[in-house]
């Protein structure tokens, strides 16, 4: 844990080898699971968002999605799911993307927001940023305004905000 990280920050743990070898995955459920943890961990999330009339949290699955429902609900906006491949049952866009240990691609229905709705895109790990990147191009597919990007952990050792464009805020609660 980084010396200036909240004390829910503690509630993260890394499992070895997982989805893979040599990926070490930051598991999230033991922080979902603690009421006064997540509450804080949404809090935090939510802050920066406070006060920009976001219409929407377009969260990310699968732990985006329990990021962005939650911070949507903190913000009092809509929540709209980025999901994978085959999930949504209307007309969808779609964008592939490349990850640290392979390729996958997401989805957004075509019909999710007007044009210029002011949006933030959430989920819960920035590391290469392909998952991220990918979100951010269905929002500009959508046509709207991408007030920025927010996750809970960043890896900023993988480069991912590297590729992250500097116009568009990109915020981290933590970073290991």
Do not use: N
């Amino acid at each position: 844990m980084a010396p200036d990280s909240p004390s829910w920050s503690a509630l993260l743990r890394d499992i070895a080898d997982f989805p893979k070898p040599g990926i070490t995955f930051k598991d999230i459920t033991p922080l979902l699971a603690d009421g006064a943890g997540f509450a804080a961990a949404i809090d935090a999330m939510s802050a920066p968002w406070r006060g920009q009339r976001v219409e929407a949290v377009l969260g990310i699955e699968s732990r985006g999605f329990i990021l962005g429902a939650a911070m949507a609900h903190a913000l009092g906006c809509g929540f709209v799911p980025v999901r994978k491949p085959g999930k949504l049952p209307a007309h969808t866009l779609r964008q592939e993307y490349a990850l640290e240990y392979g390729s996958d691609c997401i989805e957004v229905h075509a019909d999710a927001l007007p044009p210029g709705a002011r949006v933030v895109i959430v989920d819960d790990v920035l590391a290469t940023g392909g998952t991220l990147l990918a979100a951010l191009s269905l929002a500009r597919q959508l046509r709207v305004e991408v007030l920025g990007a927010g996750v809970l952990v960043e890896l900023p050792a993988l480069g991912g905000r590297a590729r992250w464009p500097d116009a568009v805020p990109l915020v981290a609660t933590l970073a290991y």
